[in-house]
């Protein structure tokens, strides 16, 4: 999902609220014929579709574009860069092994890691969510005002799936992104 406050631009910019699809339409061909994004990613972006998508580098440029910036990094005031590594961007393989992170997001809820290595995690606290003290997850990166993808869940020595056998996965901050992102040893 895009932040929040790149959201209330295309608002500001479009002068629509997206209280119906057709909202959606309008905005779709408002894009320039090369930055064109569909209806169905657009809604995605804005959090009104309830399937998540880590949008690619072009579509966020098309966001950027749309709201009058040469780019994303440009929009979102970074440098641009040969990898995602950001002021607000981390990829959990750069953690070292025993580094704890601290990751919170709306409504006040929170979680303690503590990196166990090659991208697994232990929950060290837990506060208001469905992650559990001693669960193991894995996490390929954080990223601030973007959803934290939780994949193989591994409770008691289980990992967590449905009534069909597939792995659960968890989205924390599915509609605002993670507010608050901390490493230290």
């Not at 320039?32 to 959090?47: A, F, I, Q, S």
């Not at 003290?133 to 959803?147: A, S």
């Not at 934290?148 to 409770?155: G, S, T, W």
Request: hydrophobic residues 40%.
């Amino acid at each position: 999902m895009l932040p929040l406050s790149v959201i209330e631009q295309i608002k500001q910019k479009s002068g629509l609220d997206f209280a119906n699809a057709k909202d959606f339409e309008v905005l779709s061909e408002s894009f320039l014929v090369n930055d064109r994004l569909g209806v169905n990613t657009l809604k995605r972006l804005m959090g009104y579709a309830k399937t998540p998508i880590e949008p690619r580098k072009t579509t966020l440029d098309a966001i950027a574009h749309y709201l009058g910036q040469t780019s994303w990094e440009t929009l979102m005031g970074l440098q641009p860069s040969d990898s995602d590594w950001t002021e607000k961007a981390v990829s959990a393989d750069e953690i070292r092994e025993g580094s704890f992170v601290e990751v919170q997001w709306l409504p006040d809820r929170e979680i303690t890691l503590l990196c166990i290595g090659e991208n697994r995690f232990r929950v060290t606290e837990s506060r208001n969510g469905r992650l559990l003290v001693g669960d193991e997850v894995t996490i390929h990166h954080f990223r601030l005002d973007y959803p934290l993808e939780v994949v193989h869940i591994v409770r008691d020595g289980v990992v967590m799936c449905d009534d069909k056998g597939l792995e659960l996965n968890y989205i924390a901050g599915k509609k605002n992104g993670i507010t608050h992102l901390s490493i230290y040893d």
